[in-house]
């Protein structure tokens, strides 16, 4: 299929003033123009978007289109979307808007996640979710074609000559073909086959929209693999020379079964790294001289404690420079981002800056459930110059003042001023400023860690008088009653929204309903020993007191997205070897499996009894859940290898392999989690020691001064001036106070300032753009850097960065 793409756009979508004059007979702003298509235009369109280009329209329709695909340029800098899948012809962009809605987007995410689960009703399948061939197929049949929807739109914009540059977008067609033809041939011949490529359904769920951080995790893990794989390969050196000394030295002994040939010795230290058979590999030929220990204890040091370590310090520098480079990355371009809309945004009697009206057209479709006061007051934050316009480089920061939420500064009096509840607001306000307060709501949660204790070691009848008695006694609900009276009495003084803004806020309210929740249960139903766990938790609060677990509790905070991102990365790669362990071992059942080996104990199995060891064929690949147990088994590689022996034992010695790349990967994952752990705590420690609450009041901020009289100077009117009337009243002056979230990505701005600069200084010199003189305010150090614009252009200095 041809690209839709117009052959005469410019490539980045736009037609340039130059393109606009071409054919007009005249030099000033003031009169008609004719533009190439021979409309009679109007002087006060700036850039044209392409999205209209051959369509005859009004002014005010060319000016909407303008708006439209700036707010698609933003929102593709927001997502760090590569902008040659950006629609640049009217046929293009209905496919576009299909694929970018969020009702599409959901459609997608359920697509996906319905293709996952089908892995619990196909066989081998989970008893109570088996489903019939004709019905698990017609399942995948219809999800495999809402995915291919979504690609047919993309390709009736993207066209095939960009699509192909895309290896994300590739590999998802390549698999959703295969995956069609195959679930085709299952519901043709009403029975499954060997389908190792159902592994590869979590290709669908990560390329949803709603899977970004987990794409960002994979790239991350990929971007580190040559360091880890250069590692791996110096760590598998020292396994293959210590496996060939140790078959030499330990072939020989009878006793010793792990070194009977190259192989076995190979597998025995590949299995040794992990420590999993230490010391019973050893023990054997130790019986026969206490000298062999030096073997096994040099071969520990070298590939446990110095080559693991050094892996994971080559990770976390590598993990390190990758997160500067991203964060530098999304910068710029969002800052690129930002450059294409401003272009589409300016009109030719204030070519280099963005009037309100223009802006507010923008936020309509980029955002449309920002109110009109969201917009006129993140236009005042932006516009710093007080020029009435935003320059481009004032309108470079657009990101970061979406993220400002707003209220007026009197909206920060106490929320109980002027009502009925005002007494009361203001008692509970006294008592939780009370300077005792915390000291005495401490010394409660201390009381109620001491009663738990009591409750503990008081003898009781059986298990459930132990678990009345701890979690439904008569203290208990004294406890909880006091714990709720404190709440009501934060929430009273605060208000609720702010009350709920702490995170320790959320934390006790929560605990202490689960815990009132799990007494009434308890008292309910005596049985239900599992809401035992709900009171003690209360004594996290304690935690809070000491600096460094503030500081764990924090770095955890920033590291929540990265984690989930993580846990996402881990359960894909679950999926992906339980569907090929369930492919290749399904068929084999392990009970007695292993007569005359090393491991026949763990599988002996028995009608009428087993013993503890026995158990063992429990673990295997009959089915998507088992088989995810296994796996974690093997991930906390405690007796792994007695799992791998028996498959090895009746599948054959190359199943073996299947483990190994198991463990390895599993290795790699971790291992950058662990870095990843590493650099967010690092990252918070030095942040904490290098700003003030002072600072971090001021980063997490902003003021906005304004009034009725200057809004009108900006050019408020209609319906905004309607929504802005009640808030700024007639000759008031009135101060609105926008906060931002407190997220990683707003700290880094603060840690990497000096960096930022130097980024956006390289940029402009590649761009050959005019060098901006950076002067750095005395008063704020936390205000963006002013630029001094060189002589012939304007000279204000203006906060922000030069775009």
Known sequence: ???????????????????????????????????????????????????????????????????????????????????????????ELPAYLRVHNPWYHGLDLLASLVLILLAFTEDPAVPAFELPVWAHGTIELLALTIIGVELHLKLKW????????????????????????????????QSSHFRVTRALRPIFLVDTRHCGGVRRFIRQILQSLPPILDMLGLLMFFVATYSLLGFYLFSEHIDNGHFKTISDSFVSMFVLLTTANFPDVMMPSYAKSKWYAVFFILYIITVLYVLMNLMLAVVYETFTRIEREKCRALLLHRRVAARRAFRLLVSRRAPR??????????????????????????FKQLNQSGSGGLS?????????????????????????????????????????????????????????????VLRVCEAAGDLQDSA???????????????????ACLRMMASGLAAYLESGWNVFDLSVTLLALMGAVLLSIAPKLFIVVIFRPLRLMRLYKLKKRYRDVF???????????SAGCVMLVMYYFFAIVGMELFAGY?????????????????????????????????????????????????????????????????????????????????????????????????????????????????????????????LGVSGDLADELRPFLPPGVDVTFIGSRPRTKEVLQRRMYQADILKWLSEEDESEDLPPSTTVTSSEDPLAPPLIQQPDGDNHQIRPGYQL
């Open 468 to 486: 009345r008695l701890l979690c439904a006694s008569w203290d208990t609900w004294l406890f909880l009653t006091l714990f709720l009276v404190e």
């Open 589 to 713: 059942d392990l009970k007695n499996c292993c007569v005359n080996t090393t491991v026949e104990d763990f599988y002996k199995y028995s009608e009428n009894s087993s013993t503890a060891l026995g158990y063992y064929y429990l673990n295997n690949f009959e089915n998507i859940l088992t088989s995810g147990v296994s796996l974690f088994e093997l991930t906390v590689v405690n007796n792994w290898f007695i799992l791998m022996n028996a498959y090895a034992t009746v599948a054959g010695q190359f199943s073996r392999l299947y483990f190994m790349v198991f463990y390895l990967f599993t290795m790699v994952v971790l291992t950058i989690v662990v870095a990843s752990v590493l650099e967010a705590f690092r990252f918070r420690i030095q942040y904490k020691r290098s700003t003030t609450k002072r600072d971090e009041e001021k980063l997490l901020h902003e003021e906005v001064h304004t009034n009725w009289e200057e809004a009108q100077r």
């Open 392 to 452: 481009r480089a004032e309108f470079a920061n657009v990101y970061e003042v979406f993220a400002l939420r707003w209220a007026p500064q009197s909206g920060r009096a106490p929320w109980y001023s002027a009502s009925a509840l005002e007494p009361l607001g203001r008692a509970a306000a006294a008592a939780v400023r009370w300077p005792y307060f915390e000291y005495l709501i401490y010394a409660l949660i201390i009381g109620n860690g001491v009663s738990l």
């Open 158 to 189: 993207i066209g095939w000559s960009t699509i192909l540059k895309h290896k994300r977008t590739m590999i998802k067609g390549i698999t959703l073909l295969i995956m069609v033809l195959e679930a085709v041939v299952v519901v043709c011949r």
């Open 1 to 91: 299929m041809a690209s839709l793409r117009s052959p005469s756009s410019p490539s980045d979508g736009y037609k340039r003033f130059s393109d606009d004059f071409a054919n007009t007979s005249i030099n000033n702003y003031g009169s008609n123009v004719t533009n190439g298509a021979g409309e009679a235009g109007s002087l006060d369109m700036g850039s044209r978007s392409s999205l209209h280009t051959g369509l005859q329209m009004s002014e005010d329709e060319h000016w909407e289109m303008n708006y439209h695909e700036a707010a698609i340029y933003l929102e593709e800098g927001l997502n760090n979307e590569k902008f040659d899948s950006h629609p640049s012809s009217p046929e």
């Open 554 to 564: 924090g770095t955890l905070v920033l590291l929540s997205p990265l984690m989930s």
């Open 353 to 378: 800056a963005v009037r309100l009206r223009h802006f507010a057209g923008l936020i309509r479709h980029y955002a449309p459930h920002y109110s009109g006061l969201d917009v006129y007051l993140m």
